[in-house]
């Protein structure tokens, strides 16, 4: 029995990774715009892996993820990832640079494009971050002012990760009780 309490003790804390991400709502007030000053919009902001970038936009917007090549032409035909909902949600699940842009050619040279510096790595990240829900536009949290501070809308994902090499050892704690209790050693 005290194997069986010491089993489930370790359960506990092999499983019970913390997942801590937050959701940055792009050109704050102004969203995804060509108004929006997107350039200096990153700046100050400390964008991690499981980190949920909310984009809000218009019909005549689109946002489209792209390589640093297609970011820097504004070509967006062999974008990676296309979205055109209006209200978009994307996790960001890799460290280093990702890029956005509009699909609209001439929003993007006028300036409608967003890069990010990701921090952290993915085998340090939380596996599986959930997505974050879209939120109905005129419930959206929102800054008073447009400014170039850091602003978190909402920590999104609070929550319990399964995985990693506590699963492992887990398991290898588990046969071992098992056989352990089997064989009455």
Known sequence: MA???LLCFLALFC???PSHAATYAVGDTSGWDISTDLDSWPAGKRFNVGDVLLFQYSSSHSVNEVTKESFETCNTTNSLRTYSNGNTTVTLSNAGTS???C???LHCLGGMKLQ???EGDKASSPVGAPEAQPQP?????????KN???TT???SSDGFINGGIGSLILAILFMASTALDVFHI
């Open 3 to 5: 194997r069986l309490i």
């Open 15 to 17: 499983f019970a990774l």
């Open 99 to 101: 890029y956005f842009a």
């Open 103 to 105: 699909g609209n050619r």
């Open 116 to 118: 990010v510096n990701v």
């Open 137 to 145: 536009l005129d419930t959206t949290p929102r800054p008073s002012s």
């Open 148 to 150: 170039n501070e850091p």
């Open 153 to 155: 809308v909402s920590s």
